[in-house]
């Protein structure tokens, strides 16, 4: 008996498949215990968002899904080296947090008009709950209300819709200045009309409607080279305009307040005076956000990182500083003399203080020794005074290179001033208090200088533009401050 028994038993262990009769035997056994529980019925059974947390780089209409290549070496696992090769392709950023909708809460909002879904949505919002400060993707200190933040950027990501007039011919429409000191509106134009995700062909299903014009463009088609005359300008997006609203019934719905426009040219607030719903009603997402021109509204209107671009294939170029330890110049400034605030910051602290290093264009002396980005990585302050405008590119260069900012400039708004706390990682000094600057700086304590200058390293992810945009990068922040400003205007 022993022998036949020897040859039973060694049959079973090398031709049954036992993973897959243990697989069978727990269907079986989950199967029972469903059929055995009791509940609630279905319509009393509170819904609870579930919170998924995936890959930064992972599509947001794919978030509960686990991409093919994770699930095929899953059920294969055909050795340990192609699971590293998958860990090895994931970013060292932290994972992306989707707080994914119940989808019967989704269809509901759907078949809602969009500005009642906005009414849901902004009432649910200001009844969010206190968001944890350790989260693991935000710094919480970087924003004014961490917790309100989070909760529209998580609706913003599953809700938003946004339609985008084909209407103008380029290159004044549809085609982005993607370099240069204006390139943000470029870029935000760029890859607005590359998105799958916000951007619907439907009109009657979106929160917001595009204006997809580039004002560096208009300036440079339209405007004629030294007539000082901005009319013709004017004259041509009032054009524009009253054809949308002739065209189309969007416009004269709203009067304008659920489109919006972006523009970094310096003229951009004042092309907008020739119309006036254009100029007082629309979502303007202006570099010039000077509230003294009667243009920009602040709380309504959003203003834009005026971001310097020199090579558009690689716009991440040249990031990072020196720590601090390693910035021995106390505050750095160089660049051409004109507006109202330079002349007056070159005549205080030019050639007058070792510790300061204040400049016109840069010298040869000092160019000699340090680039200007060597410059900024080496200083401790940034200075960031206005030109012709209140905006200044040194303010977004700053921040790549790790350097605290100093902002010089009465009536600017900062960008994305509504949602980040530029108290944390900024010094803004009055134009009148130029001549105490160095004071002021020194004044800082050290503690509360490595504080900000840290909140600066934290702040760069905000300020980037990236060829496929992943969350919270400037893209994603200038559309939530869109969205924000938008879902302001609803009445609940």
Known sequence: MAKPFRTIIVFLLFRIDWKKLFLVCSVFTIGQSHSLAVGPPLETVRVVPVVYSLNSLVKQNQSSVIPKKERRVSHRRKGRHRV???????????????????????????????DEALAFIKRD??????????????????????????????????????????????????????????????????????????????PEKAHLFYLPYSARQLQMAVYVPNSHNLRPLSVFLHGYVNMLAAKYPFWNRTRGSDHFLVACHDWGPYTLKGHNELSRNTIKVLCNADVSEGVFVAGKDVSLP????????????????????????????????????????????????????????????????????????SSKYCICPMGFEVNSPRIVEAIYNECVPVIIADNFVPPLNEVLNWDEFSVVV???????????????????????????????????????????DLFHMILHSIWSSRLNQIQI
């Open 430 to 472: 009055a134009e009148k208090d130029i001549p105490n600057l160095k004071e002021i700086l020194l004044a800082i304590p050290l503690k509360r200088y490595i504080v900000m200058q840290t909140n600066v390293k934290k702040l760069q992810r905000h300020f980037l533009w990236n060829a496929k945009p992943v969350p919270y």
């Open 84 to 114: 590293k090769s998958i860990v090895a392709d994931s970013p060292p950023s932290p994972p992306h947090v989707i707080r994914n909708i119940p989808i019967r809460l989704k269809k509901y909002l759907w078949s809602l008009k969009p």
């Open 306 to 377: 005026e971001t310097t671009i020199r090579n558009p294939k690689r716009p991440l170029k040249n990031l990072g500083g020196n720590r601090v330890s390693q910035r021995p110049i106390l505050a750095f400034f160089a660049g051409n003399r004109h507006g109202r605030v330079r002349p007056v910051l070159l005549k205080h602290w030019s050639d007058k203080d070792d510790d300061m290093r204040i400049y016109g264009p840069l010298p040869n002396r000092a160019s000699r020794l340090l680039s200007y980005p060597q410059h900024m990585k």
């Open 125 to 202: 919002i200001e009844n969010a709950s206190l968001a944890e400060d350790d989260d693991a993707e935000l710094y919480a200190p970087l924003f004014r209300n961490f917790s309100t933040f989070k909760r529209s950027y998580e609706w913003m990501e599953q809700m938003l819709k946004v339609y985008i007039y084909e209407d103008g011919e380029s290159p004044i429409f549809h085609e982005p200045h993607l370099f240069g000191i204006y390139a943000s509106e470029g870029w935000f134009m760029k890859l607005m009309e590359e998105n799958k995700q916000f951007v619907t062909k439907d």
